[in-house]
């Protein structure tokens, strides 16, 4: 494998109905590389402070509920971010965005009857550091109902966005768990091509882990070439 497009989900995939009507008809226009693509806007730590990054935070609302804490399993994602050559990729602005512990998103369009947490927004930033590493703490996410096929589940996931060295380098994808028994049932993990689906599943990690506070999950993210970590979609 040496290019990231083999690894990419097609834009149309049946088993994933929405795709059926927002797939394009036509073969995409490639636009040439102005410099601007390659040069400006960049980001910077100052984008990003920690409590961004701490999702157990950035969203309390009622410190008279559960003290001011989200309900759920605390769990650590960290990784690194690497281009095609194995470098790691600094400046990198990571935003993630998932649902609470009860598989709930803080959305008007969510309709799941599932319970909201006053003390989980459900959203964070990170830039990565001079190493390509970036960490998250947050809540294990609840896996939920959607309506693609009948009793179809999302397995439990962390929606991730990436703006590389500049704002028009950009990844779309999803984190998953190890060992999720829906994962074998989820057409959006499935559109990925077999050889790249372990890409999009993070490692459980006791050196990621905080002794006596939270377990630790590895997702190493790949920007391009052979190994790059598939698109996935920001819905769903
Ligand atoms: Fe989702």
Known sequence: MT????????????GYKSTVLRAPTQAPIALPKARS???????GAAHATALDADLTKNGITAKHIAGGQPLGERIIV???????RARPVAGALI???????AGRY?????????????????????????????????????AYPWGNHHNGWRPAHIHYSLFGASIASRLITQLYFPGD?????????????????????????????????ALG?????VLSGGQATPLASSYG
């Not at 693509?37 to 980001?43: E, L, M, N, S, V």
């Not at 057409?187 to 002794?211: E, G, K, N, Y």
């Open 3 to 14: 290019n990231r497009a083999e690894s990419e989900p097609p834009f149309l995939y049946p």
């Open 37 to 43: 693509t390659q040069t400006g806007p960049q980001y």
């Open 78 to 84: 960290t990784g690194q971010v690497r281009d095609d």
């Open 95 to 101: 935003e993630l965005w998932q649902a609470n512990a």
């Open 106 to 142: 803080v959305h008007s369009s969510d309709a799941h009857d599932a319970p909201l947490d006053p003390n989980f927004f459900g959203a964070g930033k990170a830039v990565t550091d001079a190493h390509g590493h970036y960490c998250f703490l947050t809540i294990k996410p609840g």
């Open 181 to 213: 028994p829906l994962l074998q049932h989820d057409p959006i993990f499935h559109a990925v091509p077999a050889h790249a689906r372990d890409r999009l599943v993070a490692q459980f990690s006791l050196d990621a882990t905080a002794p006596g506070f």
């Open 217 to 221: 999950y590895v997702f190493d993210i």
